[in-house]
């Protein structure tokens, strides 16, 4: 049995290292934008993708920091797709007819640039009270893209210059919104940031990989030399499983709320400018935070204060999070309860994560294999990060399962 137990931790080792880093993307926002501009008697707005969605919706091969000649080239092409995946209607079922402006290229530092696709609605000529609005931007190709449906000015609500409260959220299964025009509502901004600070903590793998790290010793407790306790020989002498749910569960509840405060703390400062770090430097440090949270499952560093590597990598979790709002959802007159919803959102998103895997972890503890799992799951987690952290900190493209193809087919 042990030796099954062993080729199946090296077969999942293998699995990390070949497949795991090319088939699964660690932290990508994957989102575009529409948003709408309403005036007394006209309505404008904008599409907005970045140049890798443009290339998954058309087929094209927009380099990431592209020009406008470039952009120039396809521009009929991505209109004609728009028009096509959406639609803008009056309540009593009237389409207006979306006629695209001058386009623009948001050059965001640190980012892929945004491109964004200006237009206004012919046949307006008093405002409704609603707009039924279609968005199906994307979702055949790439099922975790997210649409985030913007009121940037409103006449009638009296909303103006707003970029950060996300009025709806379009999805695969949720390709439909209805706008009331006449109603401006900051609950509605701030439950809409809530659900996309869960969607973004359940999409983000490096983030979710790093809450694996911490919880994988949560029901387990390192022996001390001093230990009068019995040890079992077909367990483990480093480790002993704990005896009580409760206090378990509450450990981890803690440390997670440490990451959640990190991260809410340099979320916030990068949102008021007040901090800015190169994404690159930001992510392959996430990407080394899992192999070190890794790490210490097998040689403690801060034996009983998890919550310390919580904190301290969680600061730069917060960058990260902040590259996924990006300037766009952290700006205008919502900033406060944009950043409060969205780290409510992460929040739950932890602790659903937390719920769904601690029981589970909590009712094999005492099996014999439970420290193996702890061993070779986390140098599982060790490989991988490793692997994002050189990806990212040296912006090498290491696809090793296309690596390794082109190698057996002999064209490498």
Known sequence: MNVFFKQLAY??????????????????????????????????????????????????NLPDDLTMEQLQAVLPQIQAYFLDRSSIKTGDGTEYTIRFREPEILD????????????????????????DVSYNVLFDRAPKHRGLLIIE?????????????????????????????????IWKGFMNLVRLGIWHIWIGLDHILFIVALILPSVVRRRREDDPSPVDSNYSPTWKPVDRFRPAFLYIIKVITFFTLAHSIT???????????????????????????????????????????????GLFHGFGFASVLGEKGLSGDYLVPSLLGFNIGVEIG???????????????????????????????????????????????????????????????
């Not at 990390?16 to 990508?28: K, R, V």
């Not at 965001?108 to 707009?131: K, Y």
């Open 267 to 313: 979320l916030a400062l990068a949102a008021l400018g007040v901090v800015n770090l190169s994404s690159r430097l930001v992510e392959s440090i996430i990407a080394f935070s899992i192999a070190l949270a890794a790490f210490h499952n097998i040689v403690p560093i801060f034996k009983g204060k998890e919550w310390l590597i919580a904190f301290g990598f």
């Open 11 to 60: 077969g999942l080792l293998l699995i990390g290292l070949f497949i795991l880093p090319d088939t699964l993307q660690a932290h990508a926002p994957d989102q575009g934008y529409l948003y709408f501009r309403i005036y007394k008697d006209a309505i404008g707005g904008r599409f907005e993708l970045i140049a890798k969605d443009i290339n998954r919706a058309i087929g094209s």
């Open 108 to 131: 965001l530092e640190e980012m892929e640039d945004f491109v964004r696709f200006h237009f206004d609605l012919e046949g307006v000529s008093e405002v409704p009270d609603a707009l």
């Open 153 to 185: 000015h409103n006449w009638k609500a009296g909303v103006l210059n707003n970029e950060a409260l996300a009025y709806g959220i379009f999805a695969p299964d949720d390709t439909q919104k209805t706008v009331d025009l006449t109603d401006a509502s």
């Open 350 to 412: 932890q602790v659903l994560i937390i719920c769904l895997i601690f029981p589970i972890l909590y009712l094999i503890r005492k099996l014999d294999i439970y420290p193996k799992v702890i061993k070779y799951g986390s140098m599982l987690l060790i490989l991988i990060a490793l692997y994002w952290t050189i990806e990212r900190g040296f912006e090498l493209d290491m696809s090793l399962s296309r690596i390794l193809g082109e190698w057996l087919s002999g064209e490498g």
